[in-house]
């Protein structure tokens, strides 16, 4: 793979993510996908998905794990669904998890990611403590598959986001470095963010969003836009991904309906926005 080729969040079940017709349009050449729903999570339907990528000459580099009964109406509603961080599902979805992992390995795929929740804060607690057992348990199962799993970022700082890595103590946790997402949880600057987690990114969002009013940061929502109309500053995230070493896939996540002409719209201004900005910093 040459560096930094384009790609876009995209799912295979239909609703989630941009529609891959859409990608083979726009000759994106790599996707990452939301995994399916348990029933659709089929060899079957793992060959289905391959042939048509395989013949839309689309490579999937990721597979992101979601959860039945997940919220992201609100900051405080996130935290209390998200991931598996709630206890009262905690177990099912670290099972589910690793029946996601299987499906990737169906994929040929040796990346599963995971908004993993809002991490306890104190890292001597009980519940910071289980969540790290459940984490190593996940991880060894997905290195039994031969992948890494890459968390999310957003729902902490990049300060905790390490020391969770590093009280974990694996070798297959890495990050998904989503910059729009500091803003919008209002967990930091997301430029200073990549530098400080730079070492343990191997893939990336391409999003952008503006602050929520000051005050409000990290219990309102900031605002989701179209990728370059936001905060995050593409150049210099662009820049600084180049400063620490990033070369993998540019992948565009737009939180957008399943539209398929505004998909087609927004993604493609993104793509051209990302071609631009390539050629001139790489
Ligand atoms: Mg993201």
New binding site residues.
Partial sequence: MSQWPIGV?TSVDAGLGVRLDVVEELKIPTVQIHAPHQETRTEQSANEFLAKCQAAGVEITCVFGGFEGESYASIAETARTVGLVPLETRAARAQEMKEISDFAKLLGVETVALHIGFVPEDRDGDDYKGLLEVTRDLLDHIKGNGQHLNL?T?QETADHLLDFINDVDRDNLFI?F?P??MILYGTGNPIEALKKVGHLVRSI?C?DGTWAAEGERGTAWGCEVALGQGDVGIDTYLSTLKEIGYTGPLTI?REIPDDREQQKADVGAAVSLLEELRANIL
């Fill in positions: 969040f999310e957003g998904n989503d729009a997402n969002h999003k996540e």
